[in-house]
């Protein structure tokens, strides 16, 4: 031992050892490779897809503009700009365009060249034709499934045509026209036909559209009292009573052809 110096025994303090060289860094650590004794880097979350998607923006425009015809708000032999409906929809021309040329295919409206789209103009005799369509094609089908489909199928639409009754209520004639296209589309469904559920429920958009200079759109009272013919169909349909169902069908379907602008209630 030196002179001067002490052990650690003789201070009784623990020694104090040099504190080891820094290590260089390896080869790897200089490529940027990760080695063993390093932490890997969390891999970056992938980006969260938007919410709404374009093709999602454009259905809702569709069913806004849907929805603002059976209302009345889109009058007949008016032209409106997809610019001018986009600020109204709070979203830009594209999606409403897009919507609107969906609309052209299905006979709502017709394209109008450097102005917009014109809601098309419909009488009074092409509605009821439409109507008669509907007769032709819903009330054999709603009479057949009469003898074969069981009560508690039918009891499982019962929420349906109570929507109809609640929409009513509320004096919407738009809620009210998604709500009676809704039951319609469940009873048909029975049927097990895709190709006749998509036919009907087209004509049945269409009969909603209301008539140029047509008469006064229904009322709420009048909304109800259709409402609850679904009800007393859906009804008759539960006991089994075959002769009213076919009273009930053949009233409904005899009506004017939906000069009110919701196509009869059934």
Do not use: C
């Amino acid at each position: 031992m030196r002179e001067g110096a002490q052990s650690s025994a003789e201070t009784g303090t623990p020694a104090v050892r040099p504190a080891p060289a820094a290590r260089r860094p390896g080869p790897a650590a200089v490529r940027g490779e990760h080695t063993h004794a390093e932490t890997p880097l969390p891999r970056p979350r992938p980006r969260p897809r938007p919410l709404v998607q374009r093709s999602s923006v454009r259905g809702q425009v569709l069913d806004a503009l849907r929805a603002a015809l059976a209302a009345g708000e889109l009058r007949p032999g008016e032209v409106y700009s997809a610019p001018a409906l986009g600020e109204r929809f709070g979203v830009s021309a594209t999606p409403v365009r897009e919507a609107m040329q969906r609309l052209a295919q299905e006979g709502a409206v017709e394209v109008v060249p450097n102005r917009g789209f014109r809601v098309v103009e419909r009488g009074a005799r092409e509605l009821a034709e439409l109507a008669e369509i509907r007769a032709l094609l819903e009330a054999p089908v709603l009479l057949r499934l009469s003898r074969t489909v069981p009560a508690e199928r039918w009891a499982e639409l019962r929420p349906l045509a109570e929507a109809t009754v609640r929409a009513a209520s509320s004096g919407s004639r738009a809620g009210y026209a998604e709500a009676d296209r809704a039951f319609h589309r469940a009873v048909l469904a029975l049927a097990g036909n895709e190709q006749l559920v998509r036919i009907a429920e087209d004509l049945h958009r269409r009969a909603q559209w209301p008539p140029a200079g047509g008469p006064v759109p229904r009322g709420r009272a009048d909304l109800i009292a259709d409402a609850h013919q679904h009800t007393a169909l859906l009804d008759a349909l539960i006991a089994g009573d075959r002769d009213l169902v076919r009273a009930l069908v053949g009233e409904h379907f005899a009506t004017d052809g939906g000069a009110d602008g919701l196509g009869g209630a059934v």
